[in-house]
């Protein structure tokens, strides 16, 4: 997904929450991979092991807490 295409994606959702079930590779406007990871449901983009993380303390909670 370009840039573009996540910014004005996350602008039409707003903050609705999401889970990022789907990501996919963010690509500038010439097509070069950023190295970033977007969510195709609500446009957010992140490092992918950021990403690992945001979906597996969303997943479990309670995991999170022991965690802390």
Known sequence: ???S???ALEMRRGNQPCNYP???MERDEIGTST???VCT???KA???G???KLRE???NPEQRQRNS
Do not use: Q
């Open 1 to 3: 997904m370009k840039i």
């Open 5 to 7: 295409e996540a910014k």
């Open 22 to 24: 789907f990501l996919e």
């Open 35 to 37: 190295g970033d990871y």
């Open 41 to 43: 449901r609500c446009g």
């Open 46 to 48: 992140g490092w992918d």
């Open 50 to 52: 950021d990403w690992n």
């Open 57 to 59: 303390n969303k997943k």
